[in-house]
């Protein structure tokens, strides 16, 4: 390193490429296929949606964002640390929107905009970490699962009309053991069925096993372990101290550290906690009255995607909303539209690089109006990961409940949008292989129509392709590490100064 004002020589590249071993790794080398030659197979694959933008008129956005936290409370050995997950959900009448966008004058109402973001709602977890016990749970990770099942999923925050998110969880166990029959139909209750993830009977009693290994430590188990859905816990040998959830069935205490950070469990958790909580209101919202539904659009901050150890309850997200969106068409109404923009990512870096072939056409011309792009797994494996191998197998096939489409608006904004699958499973579509049904546009109905209509109404040149919504979802959600990080962990700190355990 130099020192401070010290000038780099203008000669110091020299001896690098002069350099023996760097001539014969240069010569060696060679560079990925040069993909001019397909560029008039991007523009082909563009579909003008023009003429599917409509005016809204009537409806409610809605954008969830959630931030995690932790807080250091003693960091030497034996660290201390608080876990905290913020959530947020925004909400945006659009009629009430367009009263303020189509305002004849450059000022607003501060009013106006002072009651736009009173449609929001915070929810917001603590969590144990490292170091943190309590009286009814000696071991930090038992009483992070406690607090997992009791302040989460058993939350007054989290109940509407009656419904908890433990029932909403129990709802998605139940659709997760569903078989890839082409109408999702669940499969039988069976007194042998081993899935983690299916529910079981026994002794009358409904319930999931766990088999393999303890959710309490990790120790192999010499036979299968139920747990019962009523109360939600079974205790190992009638000891409380080693009781066991249905809600280990996330596996995020796989990744639980009681000596240091846990900030990637936190992550873990934070991330499909957001997914169920949108499924959850959505839920509930259909359960207290239909109508609410109808014509709500929602945006997710990120992919329609679970990922680690919790993946496999995106299957059942996918089943229950699609159930949702049936039983409002078959009362006349269209349904919830469901909708993850991602910031960042390789599909975003992607549809940087092609900028200027999704803004212009083959002459050189500027393309006007609104194209998608549906990214089909060979396109994505030709063009975005061509390091993975074309295996025929149905990308995003654990983890995805959604579709993904490059976005370009009409003020030639790009955006990386997944769009909810129109199915209830990944089974083939009218004998046509589901990763094929997927990027088929007309599967899809509306929604096409509503994602390009709500994506072109609520573009704002605030930040870069960035949407109002999941702007003031994130600004809501959002923990910054400092200065509010830092206040956070001074109030912590000096509340849990009395709280030491007794020795």
């Given at each position: 390193m130099p020192y401070m004002n010290e000038r780099a020589s203008a000669g110091g590249g020299f001896d690098v490429l002069n350099d023996p071993e760097v001539q014969r790794f240069i010569n060696s080398v060679q560079t990925v296929k040069d993909h001019t030659g397909k560029i008039d197979l991007i523009?082909?694959?563009?579909?003008?949606?023009?003429?599917?933008?409509?005016?809204?008129?009537?409806?409610?956005?809605?954008?969830?964002?959630?931030?995690p936290y932790e807080s250091i409370v003693r960091e030497n050995f034996p660290s201390v640390r608080v876990g905290v997950i913020k959530f947020s959900n925004v909400l945006i009448?659009?009629?009430?929107?367009?009263?303020?966008?189509?305002?004849?004058?450059a000022f607003v109402d501060p009013?106006?905009?002072?009651?736009?973001?009173?449609?929001?709602?915070?929810?917001?977890?603590?969590?144990?970490?490292?170091?943190?016990?309590?009286?009814?749970?000696?071991?930090?990770?038992?009483?992070?699962?406690?607090?997992?099942?009791?302040?989460?999923?058993?939350?007054?925050?989290?109940?509407?009309?009656?419904?908890?998110?433990?029932?909403?969880?129990?709802e998605l166990l139940k659709r997760s053991g569903k078989t890839n029959q082409p109408d999702g139909a669940p499969r039988p209750y069976r007194e042998d069925a081993q899935a983690i993830g299916s529910v079981v009977i026994k002794n009358g009693r409904e319930g999931i096993e766990f088999k393999n290994r303890s959710p309490i430590d990790g120790t192999?188990?010499?036979?299968?372990?139920?747990?019962?859905?009523?109360?939600?816990?079974?205790?190992?040998?009638?000891?409380?101290?080693?009781?066991?959830?249905?809600?280990?069935?996330?596996?995020v205490q796989e990744v639980f550290n009681e000596e240091g950070g846990n900030t990637e469990c936190f992550n873990r958790l934070m991330s499909v906690l957001e997914h169920l909580l949108v499924i959850h209101i959505i839920r509930c919202s259909f359960e207290s009255d239909p109508s609410i539904v109808a014509n709500m659009n929602v945006i997710v901050d990120g992919p329609l995607a679970i990922f680690g150890e919790?993946?496999?309850?995106?299957?059942?997200?996918?089943?229950?909303?699609?159930?949702?969106?049936?039983?409002?068409?078959?009362?006349?109404?269209?349904g919830p539209v469901v909708m993850g923009i991602s910031k960042t990512g390789k599909v975003v870096e992607h549809a940087h690089l092609i900028e200027n072939l999704v803004s212009r056409d083959a002459e050189n011309n500027a393309l006007d109006g609104t194209f998608?792009?549906?990214?089909?797994?060979?396109?994505?494996?030709?063009?975005?990961?061509?390091?993975?191998?074309?295996?025929?197998?149905?990308?995003?096939?654990?983890?995805?409940?959604?579709?993904?489409?490059?976005?370009?608006?009409?003020?030639?904004?790009?955006?990386?949008?997944?769009?909810?699958?129109?199915?209830?499973?990944?089974?083939?579509?009218?004998?046509?292989?589901?990763?094929?049904?997927?990027?088929d546009l007309t599967n899809y109905g509306d929604d096409i129509s509503h994602m390009v209509s709500i994506i072109e109404m609520m573009q704002t040149d605030l930040f870069q392709n960035a949407l109002i919504p999941v702007h003031l979802a994130h600004r809501y959600a959002s923990i910054a590490h400092s200065p509010g990080g830092k206040s956070l962990d001074r109030f912590i700190r000096e509340v849990l100064a009395s709280k030491q355990a007794p020795r």
């Open positions: 523009r082909q694959r563009m579909v003008n949606v023009s003429h599917l933008v409509k005016e809204l008129d009537e409806g409610v956005v809605m954008a969830s964002d959630a931030s009448f659009v009629d009430q929107y367009k009263r303020l966008r189509d305002r004849n004058t009013a106006d905009i002072a009651e736009l973001k009173k449609k929001s709602n915070q929810s917001k977890i603590i969590l144990p970490g490292a170091g943190i016990t309590h009286a009814d749970h000696p071991k930090t990770k038992s009483f992070f699962r406690a607090s997992v099942f009791e302040n989460i999923f058993h939350a007054e925050q989290f109940r509407c009309e009656g419904i908890s998110l433990y029932d909403t969880f129990v192999e188990l010499s036979e299968n372990l139920f747990v019962p859905l009523d109360p939600g816990y079974v205790d190992v040998g009638g000891d409380p101290a080693r009781r066991v959830y249905v809600t280990d069935a996330l596996r919790a993946a496999r309850f995106h299957r059942s997200i996918m089943s229950l909303l699609h159930d949702i969106r049936q039983k409002c068409r078959d009362r006349g109404m269209r998608v792009l549906p990214v089909s797994d060979d396109y994505r494996t030709t063009f975005i990961e061509p390091d993975k191998m074309e295996t025929g197998k149905n990308f995003g096939d654990e983890t995805y409940y959604g579709q993904t489409f490059i976005v370009r608006t009409s003020r030639n904004k790009l955006f990386d949008v997944t769009l909810a699958y129109p199915f209830p499973s990944k089974s083939n579509v009218n004998d046509v292989p589901f990763r094929d049904a997927k990027v």
